[in-house]
């Protein structure tokens, strides 16, 4: 089984990338399912759909055509299913504090439900087996990131509070009420968490195996989207995941000569040379600008077909991180896969939040965590493949 995932910045097109995957996929012969994680979804409309749809009805799953399938996560239609006894708690209590009951009904939805209800379907697919190819269409970096950090925090939450929560409510909920107009919450909604922990059990395992994982990054050639490309990588690398393809799309193709383009042409150029040096440990995908919007089945098997002329997007195009981060007793480790290099002087430039690398003809940029922004690059050695960086 393989999970996709297509993030990026917002506008740059995943979701098209997404649903010309699926496309693409199913024509191959894989059962595949496109899941649209992003709340604003347009997934359908991409797929353009109406006419499309063999089993509407009341599936989650919408059948596109033998092989594929798609789906955009309701998060009202999940919580009746998963968090009935959590929403009903939250809900009480934002009721009780005088909320109105429509507006306590909409809040008692508090972030990170959406992701985890994702989470939950995706691992209950992987469980049953029940695609060959899941395509996650996420949503904008920022919130992607939140997304594949939930099993972590979750996890967390878990070992160290949930229990204590859970005995405190059982020991002192009597009491408290008594004084307390706020209620406590009852051992169902315990039960409840503990089972929707239960369902999620294995989904870190899942999206962090880079045989079963891998994310592709979408991006264009302009300045803010490629750092903000530089900086997701640094942090699905941070996040242990393993990214194995940046497709850079709506490059103008060649027969562009129209005069008002041409400082556009020079650079998007000169940004897709910086992408190509900033991401050259994974393959770098490209796609043109088509000339019109890519709406409906046909362009989006087009692209499909530009996008993955003679490869398998189902294939893993990298296996392992480039970068890993570890803590260490005084600081920081930046571990870097970097195969065939031989020992030559190392130059480390550190600027703010970005690491620049140079080692003979070679410079590579790396950005860098939050947390390591004040720090001092203090220290570099070449072993084997590996370029091992100390911050303290
Ligand atoms: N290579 C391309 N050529 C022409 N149009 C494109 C291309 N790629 C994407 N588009 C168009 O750009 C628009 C935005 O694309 P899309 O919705 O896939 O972006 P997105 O990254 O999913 O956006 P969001 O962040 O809002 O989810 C769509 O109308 C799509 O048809
Ligand atoms: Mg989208």
New binding site residues.
Partial sequence: MRVILYT????????????ATGLKLASLGYKTIVISL?V?H?LRD?YDSDELLIAQNTEKQIQINDNLWMQEINVQEAIVEYWDEVYNYIRSILNRSGLDSLVAEEIAIFPGMEEICALLYINQYVRENAYDVIIL?C??TGESLRFVSIPTTLEWYMNRIFKLERNLARIAGPVIETVSSVPMPKDSYFKNIQSLFDRLEGIDKVLTDPKITTVRL?TNPEKIVIKETQRAFMYFCLYGMCIDAVII??IFPEGVDDRFFDFWKKTQQQYIEDAENYFSDVPNLK?????????GVS?LQK?GDILYPDIDPADRFSQRNPYQFNKVDDGYQLIMQLPFLTKQEVNLNKQADELIITIGGFKRHVALPRSLSSTKATGAKLTGQQLIITFT
């Fill in positions: 990026g910045k917002g506008g740059v097109g995943k979701t098209t990338i997404s649903a992003d604003a347009s991409s269409d949503a904008p979408v799309n709506r796609v043109n600008l088509f000339d019109d919007q890519i709406v362009g692209l």
